[in-house]
């Protein structure tokens, strides 16, 4: 079992950020003010977007409660894994796309969307190594925030994400 990331939403900071001070008539990044997060990244982009709709919001909040806000973002996967377990990730929400040999699949789906196929796939024994590792992906990538209601509940060498 492995992955690679083979696509994330790409943002026009320039644009998008002209297109929401006229729209809303006010900075839509005042959450990162201070924050070490690089504003190009998509943990920004996703506040910045619920900083539309709720001004001054917090960063960490924002990640952690703000669903719409996470699902303009999007991510997509090349997965290694056997062909009967792509079925299961299918039921998780995301889009299963299978190579027709091998066992490869494209896996897609909004950050959203991930963040709950995470929590549900660490508690299945056959999916838990494969969904542990890209829990590690995205908590590089900075979004680890989005898990702040979950706690690890340590399992055979990896670990199931359990409501606090």
């Known amino acids: 079992m492995d992955f690679v990331c083979i696509a ?7 644009t998008f950020l002209a297109a929401a001070r006229k729209a809303v008539d006010r ?16 943990a920004a982009f996703i506040c910045a977007i619920s900083e ?10 924002q990640l952690r409660s703000d669903t719409f806000a996470r699902r303009h973002v999007s991510y997509t996967f090349l997965i290694y894994l056997s062909r009967d377990l792509f079925l299961l990730l299918a039921g998780f929400g995301l889009s299963v796309s299978p ?15 991930w963040v709950r196929a995470i929590v ?5 024994p056959l ?5 542990c590792l890209m829990h590690a992906w995205f908590e590089r990538e900075g979004l680890i925030e ?17 409501t606090k």
């Open 52 to 61: 539309i709709s709720i001004p001054n919001g917090s960063f960490f909040r």
């Open 27 to 42: 900075n839509v990044t005042s959450s990162l003010d201070g924050l070490s997060t690089s504003q190009s990244s998509q």
């Open 99 to 113: 190579a027709a040999c091998g066992d490869i699949a494209i896996v897609s789906g909004s950050f959203d969307v």
């Open 146 to 162: 989005a898990w702040a209601s979950w706690e690890k509940q340590h399992v055979d060498g990896f670990y199931i994400l359990v």
């Open 8 to 14: 994330k939403t790409d943002v026009d900071w320039q």
């Open 127 to 131: 999916l838990r190594p494969l969904f």
């Open 120 to 124: 549900e796939a660490t508690s299945l």
